[in-house]
């Protein structure tokens, strides 16, 4: 596809988000009865304004990224800005805030970060620099919902994981570029099974236990099961070998085993799980405030605004999908998922399409990163799995989460400008 | 390495597709038993905002409104003990229960034109209304079963077996839903569980009653049998236990047998078509389903056919033992047997109304099972009608209609038996069918009988 028929392309695609969010926001403004928000109909304009920007600015500068990308965010992050207009203004104002700064970095990652491929030399510094960064927060961070993984400095208080777990994807792709050849075939044989040596694979067992260590400490179990299934589909993917998935899977349920018998917080996450209706007043209120809310969508769900998704804690956050899914029903909760399933489709196609290594593992993982994120949060609001405090991509609230969610999508197009100019 | 990024995105996309198909689980397949959740705040919510719509019998007597006391409307139900069980309640502290739970969609005006019209009342401020519902219990009928049952624990259904229509689903004892949340407490700690629906929740040995459908049984496995004679000598040794009968009844055949209720004959029709027959014929009549009449019913239950010995089948065959069903299960058989072994599905609403009174649901009448052939059902029959007329069943007759019966004296460790009687009338021309039970009261010849008789009478007299 050319430069020019691909920006085009996303305007007519970001020309239907803009009309598709003010719907939304016109439901809101004339349907709210009492007090109509007038604040969300401007919001939602300036938004996708912004949008337009961020594509007319890349139709200028001739770049060449992935033209289905961006307005699947912009569908999505509308859909969450609307939706948290609808259940707390206060938290749509500063959300619009923060949409609008995570374009600006996205814009600066298409930028500075164009020539993606320095990245892969100083693997070693990030990955240093990510592990102090996580451990900030168990000696300096404050908990907030049970998880201690926030850090507060002065104005800005972020959740270092969500940053961190873009430099592991890098540092991966980085080292397992490097190193895949001696990790697939291994240097020496025990019993009959060729693995490598302690030296190819000990720093990436290193970087993979220190980190799930400090999140356990940081209590935030929902970024370690999503750092740790990156880690396994990364590693997958660079060796084709199915043992070391296996061994990570071992490993894992030794880990969370062991984890259930040492941890009150992981035990307490697992019992309500499994049976949440005993302690409905307590720590099993969310999960079956949730379900309520999803049983009672129904198909096409009560319509915007006339649920009553306010019973359900930190639904702004971890839950708003079970809000989309009351008022919206099937029809939108499986539009999301589906929106999702695009966002992966479109991040293969260009992990297939990229000429090296580094950058067909980096874009892999990035999307991996992205599809296990959207993936553990829907299944944990459903109670298919634990509800682990995490982000829906692009619609929770939440700046941490936002921001570094538009680095990655800026990487992720880097990567395709890339193979697009090398054609 | 493509390769494996290829399988990463089928993964990937397989998982996301999971999503989806889970996600369609828990929003199109709706668990009432959520909504009707006393921490689901959601329909509460739409309570105060919705005038709920009325419940009324089939002879459209109210059984369930909404006063208004300036904004606060209170849910009222003017039978009060009488047909709590199937109604329900709504209760801000104890959630929801029976129709009122079950038709909250329809009460509410969730359903159908009424959710797009309540949409728009909603947005222009105007009230908002639910649905009717109009059932098929004739409150009258269901307050004389009440009378009948006296306080006494037991249950009461009487179906139209032509339709399948429920006229009385009677419960005791029974508890006032006017009050509920001040008698909770009280309610689910009482010793004879007032809240739980004895006529389908309940689960009791059927005792004598069973023997018709154990004479189906019998008689699709060998049609010889209709003409046997069997020798009762007042006892039946079997596997070394001595089985007891009330008499020495001495030569019967399948007829006098049911007439007199004869253990040793039924003992050994039991025994002689086996455990596989036995379970056939159990479920044939429907009785380890729910025919989801509107509201839960307790499948019946009896041993597996592998796990029987030759004693608890001999058991079995006359109602003790392995089997526990509930009355409306028996009502349902007896209904069998009069309809030439057809059973009409049961049910309990006959239409609901939206708010501008269009009927948007209405019962649709139809077969549920084929339990037994016409000609089975004919003997069956006859030795009914003998019961009533010189068998053990007498006391149901009542002058002028000719009636059938079975009667039945379930021993159970809880003290004396259970009294049951099933039965039919007018035995030439059936209408209507009739299962009663009162726990520890009794032989059923003497105390349910007479309950089934006056019911029916009654019944017949107002047309049904």
Redesign the interface.
């Given at each position: 596809m050319s430069v020019m028929k691909g920006r085009q392309v996303e305007w007519k695609l970001l020309f239907l988000t803009g009309v598709y969010a003010m719907a939304g926001a016109l439901a809101l403004y004339l349907?709210s009865?009492g007090t109509p928000d007038r604040k969300v109909v401007f919001a939602c304009i300036s938004v996708i304004a912004a949008y337009f920007l961020v594509s007319v600015y890349w139709h200028i500068a001739g770049y060449r990224g992935d033209c289905f990308l961006l307005p699947l965010t912009a569908l999505l992050s509308t859909t969450g800005l609307v939706f948290l207009f609808r259940l707390d203004p206060a938290y749509g104002v500063r959300q619009f805030f923060w949409l609008l700064i995570g374009l600006g970095v996205l814009l600066l990652t298409s930028r500075l970060l164009l020539d993606f491929r320095f990245l892969s030399d100083y693997k070693y510094i990030y990955a240093l620099a990510g592990l102090i960064v996580l451990i900030l927060p168990v000696f300096f961070g404050h908990e907030q919902g049970g998880a201690k993984s926030w850090l507060d400095i002065g104005i800005l208080h972020f959740q270092p994981s969500e940053f961190v777990k873009i430099l592991v994807v890098l540092f991966l792709a980085s080292y397992l570029s490097e190193n895949?050849a001696v990790l697939t075939v291994g240097t020496r044989n025990l019993g009959g099974m060729s693995l490598p040596g302690p030296q190819e694979w000990g720093p990436l067992l290193a970087m993979w236990g220190i980190s799930l260590l400090l999140l356990v400490f940081q209590k935030d179990l929902g970024a370690a099961l999503i750092y740790f299934s990156t880690f396994l589909?990364m590693v997958?993917?660079?060796t084709?070998r199915i043992s070391y998935v296996l061994f990570g899977f071992a490993l894992f349920i030794a880990g969370a085993a062991a984890s259930f018998y040492m941890f009150d917080h992981v035990r307490a996450r697992v019992e309500i799980w499994m049976n949440p209706w005993p302690t409905?007043?307590t720590t099993g209120?969310q999960i079956?405030?949730s379900?309520?809310?999803?049983?009672?969508?129904?198909?096409l769900g009560s319509?915007l605004g006339?649920?009553?998704p306010g019973?359900i804690p930190a639904v702004h956050t971890d839950l708003i999908f079970s809000a989309i899914?009351e008022e919206l029903?099937?029809a939108g909760?499986?539009g999301i998922?589906?929106l999702?399933?695009i966002f992966?489709?479109r991040g293969?196609r260009i992990?297939?399409k990229t000429s090296d290594?580094f950058a067909?593992?980096a874009a892999?993982g990035l999307?991996?990163l992205l599809?296990?994120q959207?993936?553990i949060i829907?299944?944990g609001v459903?109670k298919?799995l634990p509800l682990t405090g995490i982000t829906l991509p692009y619609i929770s609230y939440g700046g941490s989460s936002l921001v570094a969610n538009f680095i990655l999508l800026g990487l992720l197009l880097n990567i395709s400008h890339e193979e697009e100019s090398n054609i | 390495?493509?390769?494996?990024?290829?399988k990463?995105?089928f993964?990937?996309?397989g998982?996301?597709?999971?999503?989806?198909g889970?996600?369609?689980y828990?929003?199109?397949v709706?668990?009432p038993a959520?909504?009707a959740?006393p921490?689901?705040?959601?329909t509460r919510?739409r309570e105060t905002q919705v005038r709920r719509g009325n419940i009324y019998d089939a002879r459209g007597v109210v059984l369930a409104k909404t006063e208004f006391d300036g904004k606060q409307g209170r849910r009222v139900y003017p039978l009060g003990d009488d047909a709590a069980h199937i109604i329900g309640y709504i209760s801000d502290r104890y959630g929801r229960a029976g129709l009122e739970s079950a038709y909250d969609p329809y009460l509410l005006g969730m359903e159908g034109s009424d959710s797009i019209r309540n949409?728009i009342n909603?947005?222009l401020?105007k009230e908002q209304k639910g649905g009717d519902l109009t059932l098929t219990i004739d409150s009258s009928l269901q307050g004389l079963a009440e009378q009948l049952l006296g306080g006494r624990r037991g249950a009461v259904v009487l179906v139209d077996i032509r339709t399948g229509a429920l006229r009385v689903v009677a419960s005791a004892p029974g508890y006032d839903p006017n009050h509920l949340d001040e008698n909770w407490p009280s309610l689910v700690q009482a010793a004879d569980s007032p809240l739980l629906n004895r006529a389908t929740q309940g689960a009791y040995p059927p005792g004598s009653t069973f023997k018709i459908i154990t004479a189906a049984g019998a008689l699709a496995a060998k049609p010889g049998l209709a003409n046997s004679i069997f020798n009762c000598q007042g006892y039946l040794m079997v596997g070394g236990y001595k089985l007891t009968d009330l008499a020495a009844h001495g030569e019967v055949d399948l007829k006098k047998a049911l007439a007199v209720s004869c253990n040793t004959t039924f003992a050994q029709l039991g025994l002689g078509m086996g455990a596989d027959n036995f379970y056939r014929v159990f479920k044939a009549f429907g009785m380890d389903q729910d025919p989801d009449p509107g509201i839960a019913v307790r499948p019946g239950t009896l041993a597996a056919p592998g796990d029987m010995t030759q004693t608890e089948l001999a058991s079995s065959a006359i109602g003790q033992g392995e089997v526990l069903v509930s009355p409306l299960h028996m009502a349902l058989a007896a209904a069998a047997i009069a309809n030439q072994g057809v059973i009409m599905r049961p049910y309990l609403v006959d239409s609901v109304k939206d708010s501008t009174g269009e009927i948007v649901q209405s019962a649709v009448q139809r077969q549920w099972l084929t339990a037994t052939t016409p000609a089975i059902s004919g003997i069956i029959k006859e030795g009914m009608v003998d019961a009533v007329r010189s068998g053990t069943a007498t006391a149901a007759a009542v002058s002028g209609t000719q009636m059938a019966g079975k009667t039945g004296s379930a021993q159970n460790p809880h003290g004396q038996t259970h009294a049951w009687f099933v039965g039919f009338a007018p035995a030439e021309q059936p209408r209507l069918a009739v299962a009663v039970v009162l726990e520890n009261a009794g032989s059923g010849g003497s105390v349910a009988a007479p309950v089934a008789g006056r019911l029916l009478a009654t019944a017949l007299a107002k047309g049904y």
């Open positions: 349907g009865a895949r589909t997958y993917v660079a084709s409905i007043e209120y079956i405030q379900l309520f809310a999803i049983n009672s969508g129904g198909v319509g006339l649920g009553y019973y899914c029903g099937l909760g499986a998922i589906i999702f399933m992966v489709y293969i992990a297939l290594d067909a593992l892999s999307t991996s599809g296990i959207a993936f829907i299944a459903t298919l | 390495m493509k390769k494996n990024i290829l990463l995105g993964l990937l996309l998982l996301l597709l999971v999503l989806v889970y996600l369609s828990l929003q199109v709706k668990d959520l909504a959740n921490y689901n705040r959601r919510e949409f909603k947005i401020g």
